[in-house]
């Protein structure tokens, strides 16, 4: 009898999370990719010491890298520790490359991280969004939705 298929997506453990990225982009198409990772890496994102604040992902020669994500080096780690910043090629099917390659030169679009995760296999993922930058009002328009919403559950809870 065959294993069943786990459910795609399933997060067991979060590592890093960008948070602001949902109010600085307008969020399209979320894709999960894999990270190539050497063993300090691992260790360090299992202890939750990653940021990817000011991360985003790009392509080079066919293949998505994510540049400007911080990793720590890892406390018990000799001479083969690795390097905080370096960039970390992205496991994706080339389709999904192609794809998201011509979104980012044709509409202008950006590729950013959203989340560092373990899946329920133990592998680390990355959870990539394609966005597109708001402007100044379209912020100040998500922050007076949310104040609104914030107040109507208010409203509702005060009444009854």
């Known amino acids: 009898m065959a294993r069943p298929k ?3 997506g399933v997060k067991v453990k979060t590592v890093a999370e960008n948070r602001r990225a949902r109010f600085e982009y307008f969020i399209e198409d979320v894709v999960e990719a894999g990270i190539m ?3 300090t890496e691992v260790k360090s994102l299992r202890i939750g010491q990653a940021s990817i604040v000011e991360s985003f992902a790009e392509v080079k020669d066919g293949a998505m890298w994510l540049i ?3 990793i720590n080096e890892f406390s018990h780690g000799n001479r083969f520790n690795h390097e905080p ?3 970390r090629k992205l496991l994706l099917h080339a389709r ?3 794809k ?3 979104a980012v030169t044709r509409q ?3 590729l950013i991280p959203l989340n560092i ?3 329920d296999r133990g592998r680390a993922k990355v959870e990539l969004a394609l966005g597109k930058g708001k402007k100044l009002h379209d912020k100040r328009e998500t922050v007076k939705e949310r104040d609104w919403q914030r107040d109507k559950q208010r409203l509702m809870r005060d009444r009854g």
């Open 100 to 102: 998201m390659n011509s």
């Open 117 to 119: 995760y373990f899946n």
């Open 96 to 98: 999904e490359i192609e």
């Open 85 to 87: 910043k370096r960039p």
């Open 6 to 8: 786990p459910a795609v």
């Open 37 to 39: 990772l050497t063993g």
């Open 68 to 70: 400007n994500a911080t």
């Open 108 to 110: 202008g679009m950006t």
